[in-house]
């Protein structure tokens, strides 16, 4: 069946970086579009980035120039590399998985920032 498993949160300080990984197994990674989305306690979930299985991105205007996604097919993993982040990206972030929109989701990882 189809697993994401996201890794790579944590409590981290104002300023501070983290970098997030999403592992996919049961499908064939390298058609899938793949994207990172996020959830803050009584928000709907929103979009953080997404990247085609040709390689073009898109970011949502909260993250840019600070975050950045990109994949590795020969892993069959999505990275999204967060900096400079603020108490505001404070969420539980979500790998997805589609051919034209989100079909699978992980679990979430916790991502607190805070001092």
């Known amino acids: 069946q189809v697993q994401l498993v996201e890794s790579g949160g944590g409590l981290v300080q104002p300023g501070g970086s983290l970098r997030l990984s999403c592992a996919a197994s049961?499908?064939?990674?390298?058609?899938?579009?793949m994207g990172w989305y996020r959830q803050a306690p009584g928000k709907q979930r929103e979009l953080v980035a997404t990247i085609t299985r040709s390689g073009s991105i898109d970011y949502a205007d909260s993250v840019k120039g600070r975050f950045t996604i990109s994949r590795d097919n020969a892993k069959n993993t999505v990275y999204l590399e967060m900096n400079k982040l603020k108490p505001e990206d404070t969420a539980v972030f979500y790998c997805s998985a589609g051919l034209r929109r989100p079909q699978y989701w992980g679990q979430g990882t916790q991502v607190t920032v805070t001092v």
């Open positions: 049961g499908i064939i990674f390298s058609i899938y579009e």
